[in-house]
């Protein structure tokens, strides 16, 4: 360690000019070749003050290392040569002769004469043994240097192994810290991850605490929904018995009911066959007798009710004597019916008379209800009648009757089904109320007799009616019809007959009986007689048609009651048309209404005689339509 300042200036020197040190060779040569070139100029070479800087650059390479070798150091072309040392001055001191004598020229240089050649052989000689002593130093020097470098080399390879040792240690340190910098990290993660998971631990802590909480209020829920149960238990089982005991008690009631239904049926059909009893008693053709009011509200004189009854009536009518001796004769026309209505009778005392009549057909029989009597008698008021409730008509009432009766015997098992037919006969010429086309394209008809002996009209409006509104409707058009016909006829009404059918069929599919009957409601032309001078022409034709038409009717009716064979319902239209309503399972009723004004006697007499006729038949027995 000692020698680190000299190794030091060693390897300034070994760096600086390494590559000299390892061309030694070379470099020998090259002083060679420096003596050869100096040869002429040697004195200068030594002596001279300024120098080539080349050789001035070299002469740094050979800076005496020690200070031994004092003509070495004169001889050196190097700065620190050029000190004044006393070795360097002697040569100088012992030249100075010959010096000052060598410079002619001005250019420094030791020049010896051509001639001295000993001197010259001398100056080489002590320039080579400069020289020699200069390349023994400089061997010395180099050897010195050699083993200065190879000590060097020696310590810089341990030093490279101590650097590699040291390298290969920090590799491993480093490898370590690289490890315990990885270390570090997972260390770090590991950190947070436990930071994470205590947090997580702490919420599931909370959420446990919760949950327990939670349970514990359930298990009280529990405890009190058990305790429910069981109480809802027992409920249950009480209800249970309960609901046995009320299905058992159902079920008696069930077949109470159904005992009770039979029972209900049993009467209904008691009841039908008890008020058809009734009917046939009171006859199966019945007439009725309606005086109309008179228009200021009295009674006429003429015609007298028996206060005692509601069934007879008398016309009077006094004849002045021929003579005038004698006083006048008074004559009497008695007349008695099923019922007698006086000018006071309401619409609704009328109906009760009748409504029995339309029980009879839903019971199953066929009902014919006519109005008879001159124009103005009141007919269409006692079958229509107006549109106000006190004075509404059998027709509008019999159809309330009808759908009343049939809903209630909807809960006995019976279903209803009724159509409506409206149709006027003039002149022997059916037409259709219940027509809603163009009335140029109005169909004609025919009345025809179908397999089953059933009587139906060719083109005709049968319409299906499951509501009172709905019949009400219908005729309302049906007086429309009549309307439009009258203003294009002169009050064509009163001299055509109009028939309101309707259809009812009954099915009571629980106990297998179907019943089917027709309602006829038919409110007749007037019956008054004209004279035939009066009557020409159209009239003379709707004369001789209503006539023939009103008393073929009578005739029927007289000879259904004689048990005629032959019945000549073909010989009128109206007649044709209700023959499945007149006769054997029909029921009759015919309403003779009455003009009170005294001009009109002769026709109320006419209209009275009719209706007795009528009356005094006996149709036979009625049977119900029961299938
Ligand atoms: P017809 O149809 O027989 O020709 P109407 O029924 O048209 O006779 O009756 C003629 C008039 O007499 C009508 O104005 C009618 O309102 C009235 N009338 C008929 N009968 C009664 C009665 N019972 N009570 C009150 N007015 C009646
Ligand atoms: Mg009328």
Same mark, same amino acid.
């Given at each position: 360690?000692?020698?680190?300042?000299?190794?030091?200036?060693?390897?300034? #020197?070994?760096?600086?000019?390494?590559?000299?040190?390892?061309?030694?060779?070379?470099?020998?040569?090259?002083?060679?070749?420096?003596?050869?070139?100096?040869?002429?100029?040697?004195?200068?070479?030594? =002596?001279?003050?300024?120098?080539?800087?080349?050789?001035?650059?070299?002469?740094? #390479?050979?800076?005496?290392?020690?200070?031994?070798?004092?003509?070495?150091?004169?001889?050196?072309?190097?700065?620190?040569? $050029?000190?004044?040392?006393?070795?360097?001055?002697?040569?100088?001191?012992?030249?100075?002769?010959?010096?000052?004598?060598?410079?002619?020229?001005? +250019?420094?240089?030791?020049?010896?004469?051509?001639?001295?050649?000993?001197?010259?052989?001398?100056?080489?000689?002590?320039?080579?043994?400069?020289?020699?002593?200069?390349?023994?130093?400089?061997?010395?020097?180099?050897?010195?240097?050699?083993?200065?470098?190879?000590?060097?080399?020696?310590?810089?390879?341990?030093?490279?192994?101590?650097?590699?040792?040291? *390298?290969?240690? =920090?590799?491993?340190?480093?490898?370590?810290?690289?490890?315990?910098?990885?270390?570090?990290?997972? #260390?770090?993660?590991?950190?947070?991850?436990?930071?994470?998971?205590?947090?997580? $631990?702490?919420?599931?802590?909370?959420?446990?605490?919760?949950?327990?909480?939670?349970?514990?209020?359930?298990?009280?829920?529990?405890?009190?929904?058990?305790?429910? $149960?069981?109480?809802?238990?027992?409920?249950?089982?009480?209800?249970?018995?309960?609901?046995?005991?009320?299905?058992?008690?159902?079920?008696?009631?069930?077949?109470?009911?159904?005992?009770?239904?039979?029972?209900?049926?049993?009467?209904?059909?008691?009841?039908?066959?008890?008020? !058809?009893?009734?009917?046939?008693?009171?006859?199966?053709?019945?007439?009725?007798?309606?005086?109309?009011?008179?228009?200021?509200?009295?009674?006429?004189?003429?015609?007298?009710?028996?206060?005692?009854?509601?069934? %007879?009536?008398?016309?009077?009518?006094?004849?002045?004597?021929?003579?005038?001796?004698?006083?006048?004769?008074? *004559?009497?026309?008695?007349?008695?019916?099923?019922?007698?209505?006086?000018?006071?009778?309401?619409?609704?005392?009328?109906?009760?008379?009748?409504?029995?009549?339309?029980?009879?057909?839903?019971?199953?029989?066929?009902?014919?209800?006519?109005?008879?009597?001159?124009?103005?008698?009141?007919?269409?008021?006692?079958?229509?009648?107006?549109?106000?409730?006190?004075?509404?008509?059998?027709?509008?009432?019999?159809?309330?009757?009808?759908?009343?009766?049939?809903? *209630?015997?909807? %809960?006995?098992?019976?279903?209803?089904?009724? +159509?409506?037919?409206?149709?006027?006969?003039?002149?022997?010429?059916?037409?259709?109320?219940?027509?809603?086309?163009?009335?140029?394209?109005?169909?004609?008809?025919?009345?025809?007799?179908?397999?089953?002996?059933?009587?139906?009209?060719?083109?005709?409006?049968?319409?299906?009616?499951?509501?009172?509104?709905?019949?009400?409707?219908?005729?309302?058009?049906?007086?429309? !019809?009549?309307?439009?016909?009258?203003?294009?006829?002169?009050?064509? /009404?009163?001299?055509?007959?109009?028939?309101?059918?309707?259809?009812?069929?009954?099915?009571?599919?629980?106990?297998?009986?179907?019943?089917? /009957?027709?309602?006829?409601?038919?409110?007749?032309?007037?019956?008054?007689?004209?004279?035939? /001078?009066?009557?020409?022409?159209?009239?003379?034709?709707?004369?001789?048609?209503?006539?023939?038409?009103?008393?073929?009717?009578?005739?029927?009716?007289?000879?259904?009651? !004689?048990?005629?064979?032959?019945?000549?319902?073909?010989?009128?239209?109206?007649?044709?048309?209700?023959?499945?309503?007149?006769?054997?399972?029909?029921?009759?009723?015919?309403?003779?209404?009455?003009?009170?004004?005294?001009?009109?006697?002769?026709?109320?007499?006419?209209?009275?005689?009719?209706?007795?006729?009528?009356?005094?038949?006996?149709?036979?027995?009625?049977?119900?339509?029961?299938?």
């Amino acid at each position: 360690m000692s020698r680190l300042p000299v190794m030091s200036t060693k390897r300034v #020197l070994t760096s600086s000019s390494s590559e000299n040190s390892q061309e030694m060779a070379p470099m020998q040569k090259k002083m060679r070749k420096e003596q050869d070139q100096h040869k002429p100029q040697a004195a200068a070479t030594i =002596i001279g003050d300024k120098r080539p800087p080349a050789a001035a650059a070299r002469a740094s #390479l050979y800076r005496p290392v020690r200070g031994a070798g004092a003509a070495t150091v004169a001889a050196a072309p190097s700065r620190g040569v $050029l000190r004044p040392t006393a070795a360097s001055t002697a040569p100088k001191a012992s030249n100075t002769k010959q010096a000052a004598a060598t410079k002619p020229g001005g +250019t420094g240089a030791t020049r010896r004469q051509p001639w001295d050649l000993k001197g010259k052989v001398s100056d080489m000689e002590g320039k080579i043994r400069t020289y020699q002593t200069k390349f023994k130093s400089v061997n010395e020097e180099n050897e010195a240097l050699k083993g200065s470098v190879a000590q060097s080399q020696t310590k810089v390879a341990e030093l490279e192994r101590e650097v590699q040792s040291q *390298k290969r240690k =920090i590799s491993e340190y480093e490898g370590e810290l690289k490890k315990l910098s990885g270390v570090e990290k997972e #260390l770090e993660k590991e950190q947070s991850e436990k930071n994470v998971l205590q947090k997580e $631990l702490s919420n599931l802590e909370q959420k446990y605490k919760v949950i327990e909480t939670l349970r514990d209020s359930q298990e009280t829920e529990l405890q009190t929904l058990k305790m429910k $149960l069981s109480a809802q238990e027992s409920t249950l089982a009480r209800l249970q018995a309960t609901l046995k005991e009320t299905e058992e008690e159902v079920s008696s009631l069930k077949e109470m009911v159904a005992e009770q239904k039979d029972e209900l049926h049993a009467g209904e059909m008691e009841r039908r066959r008890l008020h !058809n009893t009734i009917q046939e008693l009171k006859g199966n053709i019945r007439v009725f007798c309606r005086v109309r009011p008179l228009e200021d509200g009295g009674l006429s004189k003429h015609i007298q009710l028996a206060a005692s009854d509601n069934k %007879s009536i008398m016309l009077a009518k006094s004849e002045e004597s021929h003579t005038g001796k004698s006083a006048d004769t008074q *004559k009497n026309y008695h007349f008695s019916f099923d019922r007698v209505f006086g000018p006071q009778s309401s619409q609704q005392e009328i109906f009760d008379e009748i409504s029995l009549l339309v029980q009879s057909a839903l019971d199953g029989y066929n009902v014919c209800c006519f109005a008879y009597g001159q124009t103005g008698s009141g007919k269409t008021y006692t079958m229509e009648g107006e549109e106000i409730d006190d004075t509404r008509g059998v027709i509008p009432r019999a159809v309330q009757q009808i759908f009343k009766a049939g809903d *209630k015997l909807q %809960s006995q098992g019976w279903e209803f089904t009724f +159509t409506a037919s409206f149709v006027e006969i003039y002149n022997e010429t059916l037409r259709d109320l219940l027509y809603k086309g163009k009335a140029s394209k109005r169909p004609e008809h025919e009345i025809r007799k179908t397999a089953n002996n059933e009587v139906s009209v060719t083109n005709l409006t049968y319409e299906k009616v499951y509501t009172e509104d709905q019949v009400l409707g219908l005729i309302a058009l049906a007086k429309q !019809n009549r309307s439009t016909a009258m203003t294009a006829q002169n009050d064509r /009404s009163s001299r055509s007959h109009s028939v309101f059918q309707l259809q009812i069929e009954g099915v009571n599919a629980g106990r297998d009986i179907k019943c089917k /009957s027709t309602l006829c409601l038919v409110d007749l032309a007037g019956s008054e007689r004209m004279l035939k /001078s009066q009557s020409q022409g159209e009239r003379f034709k709707e004369m001789t048609c209503i006539n023939s038409s009103l008393s073929n009717l009578g005739i029927v009716i007289t000879s259904l009651a !004689n048990k005629e064979s032959h019945i000549p319902y073909r010989n009128s239209k109206l007649t044709y048309l209700l023959q499945n309503c007149l006769g054997g399972n029909s029921k009759t009723l015919m309403f003779v209404n009455i003009s009170p004004e005294p001009d009109s006697f002769g026709e109320t007499l006419n209209s009275l005689r009719f209706a007795s006729k009528v009356n005094d038949c006996v149709i036979g027995t009625a049977s119900s339509n029961k299938k």
